[in-house]
């Protein structure tokens, strides 16, 4: 019987799709353990979009938190995501980049899956030397996309290249959760013929409804490993469910490498995180056709339609969407991963609200048309759009900017001195010296108890309240009543 193995995004993926990255450390620790002792090939903690994220609104040290879930985590590998750039939305320095892989490595960090956002084989030969370097496995993303380019043949060559590169494993990467049973079927193939023996994981969403179809059907085609996650951090656009998954895989004749017992209170501690919170639950959603159009993640458009309320303009998000199609095409393509589906949604948006097509152009783009971003980027965009960007004179002001490069001395002269140590340093370069400096005043993270102890979350909660000095509480035939200074 052939085994199908799981990478647990619970922790990474799933706050991330579902979430906005709004996990605390708190919710990770009491459950970390029974995750560690599932089975897991892999389990992913962090990205480098946490990094902001932690600090600036959560309050919460990113370093803390690897450090703390390490501790609980021995047996299975914690893995990083980065993309090509560690800040994702602005070219970063290389000094801070191998920095932040270090650190990742001293703080409990074993694995790195690395994406570029255009599959260009020579940034991810670089990222892939870099991880080596500090001692990370690397494993690569080879990211779907639907468009006139992205045809098997692209798939082919894209995994060929892959395959001489360094790696410990290969990732077909969905992010958009556009694959479908049929798409799947073609493409999955393609990829094993062509990376050289080189194990090869599966990762897709939930976005269009297929994912758990799609994953079943890799493993039909001889994948041997597949990304979930555990509910109520599944499925909505996020990864497959690990119960769904391992289920339907073992009907199919397959044995799941996973101890489903262990992880189910995991599912219960989350699910009454979520309740009392208010956060979303992830649910099985219906089949998007049009999802494949416009390709927009599920993430983003929940964004998108929070800014638009904000400006009275919801009604404009239909519109959006379709302008994003159009400007994704003029832009030659791009794969609608981070940063180029914000980069592309961003402009449509501009375009629609404005009623003029590129009357404003963001920064991001004229250095996407400039080159800035790969040549790759810049040789696809229609010859039309890019003569209209690039005549403007802020695309000639930008023409002459070159992404500097300091050292790592250079780096720590600029955010606080010799005194600074790198995880700090790190943080000030993510966030800002002042939000570090508001995230270490704050109070400590908050704990939270196991799902199974909700009554002594409760009273622990109530008791730290300024405002409450007499607490009565009443269930079936138990009764307690607590006082400020005493209890009776």
Not at 295 to 304: R, T
Not at 307 to 321: A, F, P, R, W
Not at 454 to 479: F, M, N, W
Request: proline fraction near 6%.
């Amino acid at each position: 019987m052939n085994e199908v193995h799981f990478v647990d995004t619970t922790l990474r993926d799933g706050p991330q799709s579902l979430w906005a990255e709004s996990m605390r450390t708190g919710m990770m620790l009491p459950i970390a353990s029974r995750i560690d002792r599932a089975g897991f090939e892999a389990i992913e903690i962090i990205a480098t979009t946490f990094f902001k994220k932690c600090v600036r609104e959560l309050r919460e040290d990113p370093w803390e938190r690897l450090r703390l879930v390490s501790q609980q985590i021995t047996k299975t590998p914690l893995r990083a995501i980065r993309n090509r750039y560690t800040a994702a939305f602005h070219i970063t320095p290389r000094s801070i980049s191998n920095l932040w892989l270090e650190r990742l490595v001293a703080n409990g960090v074993k694995e790195v899956r690395i994406s570029d956002p255009s599959n260009t084989i020579s940034y991810l030969q670089g990222q892939v030397r870099d991880a080596r370097n500090a001692g990370l496995k690397p494993i690569i993303n080879l990211i779907f996309s639907i468009s006139p380019k992205h045809s098997d043949e692209y798939y082919a060559q894209k995994a060929r290249d892959v395959a001489r590169l360094d790696v410990a494993c290969i990732c077909l990467k969905d992010p958009g959760g556009l694959l479908t049973p049929e798409r799947t079927r073609t493409l999955v193939p393609v990829v094993l013929e062509n990376t050289n023996g080189i194990p090869v994981e599966f990762h897709t969403h939930c976005t269009m409804g297929l994912g758990t179809q799609c994953c079943l059907e890799a493993i039909k085609l001889g994948i041997k490993t597949v990304d979930t996650a555990i509910p109520p951090l599944a499925d909505s656009s996020s990864n497959p469910s690990v119960f769904n998954v391992a289920r339907n895989a073992r009907a199919l004749g397959y044995a799941p490498a996973i101890d489903e017992e262990m992880i189910k209170p995991v599912a219960e501690h989350f699910t009454f995180i979520a309740k009392r919170e208010g956060l979303p639950i992830g649910r099985p959603v219906e089949y998007d056709h049009y999802h494949q159009i416009h390709q927009v993640p599920g993430g983003m458009i929940s964004n998108l339609r929070h800014q638009l309320s904000k400006l009275g303009k919801e009604e404009k998000l239909g519109e959006i969407l379709e302008e994003t199609g159009r400007v994704r095409a003029e832009l030659g393509y791009p794969i609608m991963v981070t940063p180029y589906s914000q980069f592309v949604g961003t402009q449509a948006a501009i375009n629609v609200i404005l009623g003029e097509r590129y009357k404003e152009v963001t920064d991001e783009v004229i250095q996407y048309v400039l080159g800035l971003w790969g040549e790759e980027e810049s040789s696809s965009v229609d010859p039309d759009i890019k003569d209209k960007i690039l005549s403007r004179s802020r695309a000639k002001e930008m023409a002459q900017w070159t992404p500097p490069e300091p050292s790592l001395k250079e780096m720590r002269r600029k955010l606080g001195g010799r005194g600074v140590s790198d995880d700090e340093l790190l943080l000030r370069y993510f966030a800002g010296e002042d939000e570090v400096a508001v995230m270490r005043a704050a109070p400590p993270p908050r704990d939270y108890v196991s799902a199974k102890s909700p009554l002594v979350a409760l009273i622990g909660e109530l008791t730290q309240r300024t405002d409450c000095h007499h607490i009565y509480i009443r269930k079936g035939d138990l009764s307690l009543y607590l006082e400020k200074g005493g209890s009776s």
